[in-house]
């Protein structure tokens, strides 16, 4: 294979909920998607100089040339990597599901520590719930950076419990979009940095991906994460999904408010994904 991954940084995804490819993605296409990307964040900022991604792509050809996109959900290297962790049978670059997240242009900001999907929002029974979040055929989230980016926080190992610590609840809930009733107020850029900053390093256990341009950051998004902006550090990152055929005929019909069922497929697990159960 022309992309090699190390057993230990496979079984840790399994363990943490969050891997790097390091520098997959060409310089060619880099720069390509680079090209695009920027056109992206001219048009969001038009109408929302703070706007922070634009999605899917597909909805905006014509504005964006979108065989660099194609040329990146194609690449070797990509799924060479991707069958190493997952399967041959997972996939990313769907357009019509992809986005681009974007760095704001005048104010920092942070969104909530989240989870993407959590028992009451999944309309899942507990069993099937725990299913999912075990089952690694399952969200499956991606960040690729074509700039330097260092937003995301992830709570390494937080995608295999349900339970949530106390701490983690406390600093979810001290968020500066629910709370902090003057951070609205906070016209001070650098004021406003440093409390996005202190609400996102409140999380317990939480760590920083720092990626370079070209890395490929795949997590579980029903871990805890959460993301911190600011418009001196310039951001163009593909934010998308992995899916295979069942889940991503299973999440399309759950985010349009659906309940479908889950069966987690328990004889695809590779070795690598045997995980302790959920608390």
């Not at 390509?32 to 999605?55: G, I, W």
């Not at 986005?99 to 909530?112: D, E, K, Q, V, Y």
């Not at 055929?137 to 960040?143: D, G, H, L, M, Y």
Request: glycine share 6%; with cysteine.
């Amino acid at each position: 294979m022309a992309y090699k991954l190390s057993e230990e940084q496979i079984t840790g995804y399994y363990r943490d909920g969050y891997i790097v490819f390091r520098q997959v993605v060409p310089v060619s296409l880099v720069r390509d998607l680079r090209r695009e990307a920027d056109k992206a964040a001219d048009f969001a900022h038009k109408t929302d100089v703070n706007a922070q991604r634009l999605q899917p792509v597909d909805k905006h050809e014509g504005l964006l040339d979108l065989k660099p996109f194609r040329e990146y959900a194609q690449l070797p290297e990509l799924r060479e990597a991707l069958d190493q962790v997952l399967s041959p049978r997972h996939y990313t670059g769907n357009l019509n599901a992809m986005g681009i997240l974007l760095s704001p242009t005048t104010m920092p900001w942070c969104t909530a520590w989240h989870r993407d999907m959590t028992l009451a929002t999944s309309r899942l029974p507990v069993e099937e719930f725990v299913d999912i979040m075990l089952d690694w055929n399952s969200a499956n989230q991606v960040n690729c950076p074509l700039y330097d980016d260092d937003c995301t926080w992830f709570v390494p190992g937080s995608n295999l419990r349900m339970r949530d610590m106390p701490g983690e609840v406390f600093a979810a809930n001290n968020s500066p979009d629910k709370n902090w009733q003057p951070f609205g107020k906070v016209t001070d850029p650098v004021e406003r940095e440093r409390l996005c900053l202190n609400y996102t390093m409140g999380m317990p256990g939480a760590v920083q991906l720092r990626l370079n341009a070209g890395d490929f950051a795949m997590y579980r998004p029903i871990g805890w994460h959460t993301g911190n902006y600011t418009p001196y550090k310039k951001r163009a990152t593909l934010h998308d999904a992995v899916f295979t055929p069942e889940y991503e005929a299973w999440w399309r019909q759950w985010i349009k408010g659906g309940s479908p069922r889950w069966t987690r497929k328990a004889d695809l697990q590779p070795a690598a994904a045997a995980a302790p159960a959920v608390a």
